[in-house]
């Protein structure tokens, strides 16, 4: 999704340059003028790109690898692991479900959690 929002931000940015230039050329002035009025444009468009690229490295690709890290955290999962879920529960695993999981609690009772809701494995 973050992908599609950059590439369609700077698909964006260059439909509106190319206007600009069309604008530009077609109100009949000369060739000189046109390249000084585009090149006007041309450090705007470098600080789009470059606040594109701090977007992209600043919110879009940290969260792509905290999603990489919890897939393969939830994915990793398997009988007797111990973690901890979003709401501070601890516990061990007793059985895994295509959406859920259950958890033996400390006094022994057992609660079924989505897998979602896991956010730490802790070491044994």
Avoid: W
């Avoid at 931000?9 to 009025?37: D, P, W, Y």
């Avoid at 594109?52 to 999603?67: A, D, T």
């Avoid at 994915?75 to 601890?90: E, S």
């Amino acid at each position: 999704m973050g992908r599609a929002i950059v590439v369609s931000g700077l698909a964006i940015l260059l439909l509106g340059v190319m206007a600009l230039g069309q604008e530009v050329t077609g109100t009949g002035s000369t060739s000189g003028a046109t390249e000084n009025t585009l090149s006007s444009y041309l450090p705007l468009v470098i600080l789009l790109v470059a606040f594109g690229l701090i977007f992209y490295f600043m919110l879009i690709r940290p969260q792509r690898k905290r999603q990489q890290e919890m897939n393969n955290l939830i994915a990793g999962l398997k009988r007797g692991d111990k973690v901890i879920t979003a709401g501070g529960i601890i516990g061990e695993i007793d059985s895994i479900g295509d959406t859920s999981v259950v958890l033996i609690l400390e006094e022994g009772a057992k609660l079924r959690m989505s897998k979602m809701s896991i956010v730490r494995k802790l070491e044994k």
